[in-house]
């Protein structure tokens, strides 16, 4: 359902957010799997708030979920900060690979429209209020020796 107040806008609208800055991922990819681990950080925490930012502009009644806080608050755990992040359908998921196929062996955490926090591994293990409860179960499942993110297959040789 599109809310009463939403006002199609375009990039010479007033109040359209300046987009970000890009963040050079095939640079990163070359540097090795470290930098781009640090690029698609930085990258996905510039996309996602100018996101929310355009979409206060262009509805600003309309609840926007919370993924800005999301990326934040993953990227300050340093467990989490070591993988590939990625988001799917605003599900932000974690890979032990900087390539696709990607190789996801923890849960992913989608938040939700009513504030809280989703988190799923095939099944829906929790909902709670805070990043840092749904972080925690998200870290509760890592497995043994989960390093640092490293090239996939189609990566190799990159």
Known sequence: MIPDDFRPIGRDHPDFPPRP???DLDAAHR???AAAVEAKWESMARSWKWRAEYEVVRSPSRVYPRIVELVAAARA??????LYPYTSHLMLKFSSTTTIPYEVRLPS???LADGRFRVRHGEVLGEFDSTGEAL???????PPGLGPAVPGESGRGR
């Open 21 to 23: 800055e890009r963040v």
């Open 31 to 33: 540097l090795g799997p």
């Open 77 to 82: 755990v340093p467990e989490l900060r070591r």
């Open 109 to 111: 955490v989608e938040p």
């Open 136 to 142: 925690a179960l998200v870290l509760a499942h890592a």
